[in-house]
């Protein structure tokens, strides 16, 4: 039994939780804004948030079997030290008590938790098919948010989501989509094995470093109008800078490696820059806040995955 859950545990890869959490984050700190919820109740969403990470990796792991036996041969699910049917049973009965605490939470909070499910499974055969992959991956993250939102409480009375709620959730899925988008550098050999078609298999590595510049540059600008039209605070400008400073210096390193030796140590440059990019999204509410906690969460997912991390996993 130890020797199981020590497996389920490591293929949770929770070092990176922090992607889902922080994103979720933002919808609590948008409903505390426009109405009254207890400590108590955004904590277990929080949780909820940051959980979901991991419970949704087991799902991964095993539709991508076939390319993680190149792409990552040390996963618990891929080695054989998780096995898979029982590793399962654990994942549907966790993802319905998530379902019932959302219920209970708010009923209507159940619909973006079902998406954000649903949409997992989608995002493994999306992989398929040039930039689906991450364009689905960043829809899903946008569900996070939503689910904040909705599990905090009633609707607030009189609220109608104006421009800037829409554009933040869009600015959500498009970081998430564009660090899934580096992510497949590393993935490459799998990938193309398996007959996935992302970007970089089908199109080539030169090619594909000269996108993701051009996606990263495109969220440094994204970034900056966010400044220059919505928040100007001290808080939120040092945020910002950090947020912009690491998603071009992803970029650059992503560029510079133009034969992929180090596609594996720059994934997490691109996990940092979306962390980065979430906790400005979540500094539109608490910009003080959101500087600490985004700066925090790199540093932990930095140091856990340099003590944890395991390249082949």
């Not at 992607?19 to 979720?24: I, N, P, R, S």
């Not at 909705?150 to 009375?157: F, I, K, S, V």
């Not at 808080?235 to 490696?257: H, I």
């Amino acid at each position: 039994m130890m020797a199981f859950l020590k497996a389920y545990v490591a293929s949770m890869r929770l070092y990176y939780a922090p992607v889902t959490g922080l994103a979720g984050w933002v919808g609590v700190a948008a409903y505390t804004q426009l109405a009254a919820t207890g400590v108590g109740r955004q904590a277990v969403v929080v949780a909820l948030l940051f959980a979901t990470w991991g419970v949704n990796q087991i799902i991964n792991d095993w539709l991508g079997l076939r390319e993680d036996r190149l792409n990552a041969p040390h996963r618990p699910m891929v080695s054989g030290a998780l096995a898979v049917k029982p590793a399962l049973a654990v994942t549907v009965v966790l993802l319905a008590l998530t379902c019932v605490v959302a219920w209970r939470l708010n009923p209507w909070s159940l619909l973006p938790a079902v998406a954000g499910i649903a949409l997992n499974v989608v995002y493994e055969f999306a992989k398929g098919r040039p930039l689906a992959g991450p364009l689905v991956f960043g829809v899903m993250l946008v569900m996070c948010p939503v689910f904040g939102f909705l599990a905090c409480g009633p609707w607030p009375e009189g609220f109608c989501p104006s421009r800037i709620y829409w554009s933040v959730l869009l600015f959500i899925a498009a970081a998430n989509a564009v660090m899934t988008f580096f992510t497949y550098f590393k993935d490459e050999a799998g990938d193309r094995m398996a007959g996935k078609q992302t970007c970089v298999v089908r199109y080539g590595r030169d090619a594909s470093r000269q996108i993701g510049v051009a996606l990263a540059i495109g969220m440094a600008v994204w970034i900056s109008g966010f400044v220059w039209r919505v928040n100007q605070t001290p808080w939120f400008v040092a945020l910002a800078m950090c947020a912009a400073a690491m998603q071009l210096e992803t970029a650059w390193q992503f560029f510079r490696d133009r034969e992929g030796r180090k596609s594996v140590a720059l994934a997490g440059h691109g996990f940092a820059a979306c962390l980065l990019a979430d906790a400005l999204a979540l500094g539109l509410m608490r910009p003080e806040f959101a500087l600490w906690v985004g700066l925090a969460t790199v540093a932990f997912c930095a140091t856990m995955f340099v003590r944890h991390g395991d390249s082949k996993s």
